[in-house]
């Protein structure tokens, strides 16, 4: 997975190792690209979260890490203007775990500065994995916000 700005590479996702450290801002992530289960990629993507101050547009196939929904909607609360996008299929496959997990994105309805757009399910499914951070730095790659994703 990757993560990507105007001066070079960067990369984020997840594994859950204790508390989390206060939030860096996206410049003072590290470049490059990074790998699961080696690093900690939950880590880095709740960062990038936290380091928001204008926006974050996040495309994500399969979203049911609660940790990092809660950074989302946090950043939301401070005024970062938030719209995620989501897979219609994979979005109604979650919702049927719902009563035996939270819902991520549920988790975020309701919540200030933050648009959630749900793709109708059928035939082509919205696949993509990413996070834009202020418009200035992209995670990319293959890794979902769940804990098969990102450890």
Known sequence: MALRSRVGA???STRHLGPLAPAASPVELPSGEHYSPGENLE??????IRGAHWSLDIA?????DVLLAEAVREAGRRGVRI???RDGDEY???QAQARRHR???DMLRGEANIRIRVKPP???YMHLKQLLVDGRLLRTGSANWS?????
Request: proline residues 0%; glycine residues 6%.
């Open 10 to 12: 960067r990369v984020v």
């Open 43 to 48: 880590r880095l993507d709740y960062e990038a």
């Open 60 to 64: 994500m196939f399969s979203f049911t």
């Open 83 to 85: 719209r995620v996008y």
């Open 92 to 94: 109604e496959r979650e």
């Open 103 to 105: 819902s991520a994105t």
């Open 122 to 124: 059928g035939r082509d």
């Open 147 to 151: 804990l098969s994703g990102e450890n």
